[in-house]
């Protein structure tokens, strides 16, 4: 069974930063490009940031510009999201996602055609 588990979510104040981690099992994530989106209460679905499956592309929302990073380490199966500088704003339910054959470009703005998804794990930014 193909799954994705996000980890590293939880509560933190403005202007700190956390560290979202997601592992792949069933499958192996050489060949998938992957992408974290969020969904805060609300509101739609949107594709925060993406990397292509060797980790040479990757494609950020203008609202985390500067501020996340994304990065893989296949060897671990694993992808990565350092989130610094957190705001408010920033408070979601956060999800990874895996799609072969893509852009990172089209990786984050079409979600329909994901065919992995995690569970999601949320994010709080609050004092």
């Known amino acids: 069974q193909l799954q994705l588990v996000e980890s590293g979510g939880g509560l933190v104040q403005p202007g700190g930063s956390l560290r979202l981690s997601c592992a792949a099992s069933?499958?192996?994530?050489?060949?998938?490009?992957i992408g974290w989106f969020r969904q805060a209460p609300g509101k739609e679905r949107e594709g925060v940031s993406c990397?292509?499956?060797?980790?040479?592309?990757?494609n950020y929302a203008d609202s985390v510009k500067g501020r996340f990073t994304i990065s893989r380490d296949n060897a671990k199966n694993t992808v990565y999201l350092q989130m610094n500088s957190l705001k408010p704003e920033d408070t979601a339910v956060y999800y990874c996602?895996?799609?072969?054959?893509?852009?990172?470009?089209?990786?984050?703005?079409?979600?329909?055609?994901?065919?992995?998804w995690g569970q999601g794990i949320l994010v709080t930014v609050s004092s």
């Open positions: 996602a895996a799609r072969q054959f893509t852009t990172v470009q089209a990786m984050c703005v079409q979600d329909f055609r994901v065919e992995v």
């Open positions: 069933g499958f192996t994530l050489d060949y998938y490009a």
């Open positions: 990397i292509s499956s060797n980790g040479g592309s990757t």
